[in-house]
Every structure is written in structure tokens, then in C-alpha cells.
């Protein structure tokens, strides 16, 4: 199992992670020490640096399928679902105008099992006081084949949309390394990056929305859906393998800002993830 996250952590824990013997002679410059957290030898290391590490890098994450909405109602859909046991995620982004909850969707299921919220940011709105939110919501389970993805949207005036990822192979009770959220309200514009701490071979998941236009993302990841409606557009995006450490990534749109406060351009509503 994955190191501890926080408190006090020992190098004969570190070894024992790594695969050593407890108890065993073992030095922190040694190669399979170093290599849980991908350091190259006699550099510079803190015991921090291993926390959450993990000697089984997970296998990685598809995308099993996406739903949107043009009402206000959560966009639930059936996924299929590979056998054994499986992360799914949920990446959600709807269109607000309110500010009475900071928490939408405030509930998210699958299969009908009650999934748990990793992050959420919102609502966040632009000068024509219209936005968005963005929330991720994970559940391990070993449900598989045709599974209902459905929730509660709460204060949402949609359109709404999800994404929906299966991630297989990590091996801790704590999947969820690190979250990050990321928005521009006040200073709209065409791109926006959200910076995610992770460690080395560790999946990224994000969710957000933008305004109209097609969307991509840097860094090789992978949008996975984007669509459009009422003025915003809905996308899930990710990446497997991902170096340690934080790494920015930018969406970017091909529209403009022409019409800024009028129909939510140039406003970004960013979520996301790293599992370990």
C-alpha cells in the first residue's frame, strides 16, 4: 500500500514501499528508495517527498462514456464498466448564475452507491454575473457492465454535462493524491492553466468549463469530451503517467472574447485530480 500522506514517516517504512525487508540495512541514496519518488542519485531530498508514494503505479484511466443536458437537471447516462475492481470518476461542469451554494452537484451516484466528492469550485461568474462550476466525485467498486451515472444538481440553471472515466491499478484506500481548482473571473481570456501536484506515474483527471468554442490541452493529455450549450461549453480531460511533482496545464480555446459578459466568453471554471 501507498506510504502515509502526512505525519511521521521513517526510512524503514520507505524501504519496506520500496520493497526491502523491515529491518534491513537501507540508505536513503539507495536505487529503489530514490526510485519511488523518481530521484536521480545524491540530489538534494526531504522526507516529505514520499508521502502518499507507492511502489505499484496504477494502469491507468479510460474514458467510459459522457452525458450533457440542455435543463437544469443532472445529464445522467449509462457507462459500461470493465470487470474487477476499478476508480470511476465523474467530472461534472454545469452553467450557474446564482451564488446560493458553492456545491453543486451535491450528490453524485453510481450504480446507485453514493460516490465521494474529491473537489469543487464554484460558483464563479463573470461580470454578466453568468458562470460555472466544476466538481470531480470518485467511487471504488467492482460493479462492471452497464452502470447508472445520476446525481443532484442543486442550484444549477444548465446546461449541465459529465464525464466519466474508469482508472484501474492503484492500490491505496486513498486514491486521491492531490486536488486543484482554477478560474478567471475577473481576468477573462482565451486560456487558462490549472497546476496539479502529482506523483511520478500517477493519472490526471480534469473537469471544467469554458465558453463556446472548441477546446484543447497541452502537456500530451487528452480532451475526452467537449461539448457546447447555452453559451458554455462542458469537457473532461486527462492523463496517464504523468511525471512527480506540479505540472501546469493550459486548456485553450479557439474562440474569442467578443461578447465578454454577455454569453460567459473568456470566463474558465477548472477541476482537477491526481491519483495515485
Known sequence: MALPSSGQITLNQIHVEAGGSSGSQVGINDSDVRGLISKGS??????SEWYGASSVSISGSSHVG??????????????????????????????VT???????????????????KAV???????????????SIWYL?????G??????TMGGSTGPNGMVVYEVTGHNTSSPIYSTATASNPSSLG????ITINALSGSSIIIAGN??????SINQSATINADFASGGRSFFGARKDSVGSGNTTYTISSDNSTTGAGSVNNGLFVLAGIAIQ
Open 190 to 193: 482565451t486560456s487558462l492553466g
Open 120 to 134: 469543487s469550485t464554484g460558483p464563479v461568474r463573470d461580470s454578466g454575473n453568468l458562470g460555472g462550476i466544476a
Open 98 to 116: 446564482g451564488t446560493s451554494t458553492t456545491d453543486l452537484p451535491s450528490a453524485v451516484s453510481c450504480g446507485g452507491t453514493a460516490m465521494t
Open 140 to 144: 471504488q467498486t467492482s460493479l462492471s
Open 210 to 215: 469554458a465558453y463556446n468554442g472548441n477546446n
Open 42 to 47: 545524491a540530489t538534494q531530498m526531504a522526507f
Open 146 to 151: 452497464t452502470q447508472l451515472i445520476s446525481g
Open 66 to 95: 459522457d452525458a450533457a443536458t440542455t435543463t437544469s437537471s443532472f445529464p445522467n447516462g449509462n457507462v459500461n464498466l470493465s470487470s474487477g475492481s476499478k476508480l470511476v470518476v465523474v467530472a461534472v461542469s454545469a452553467k
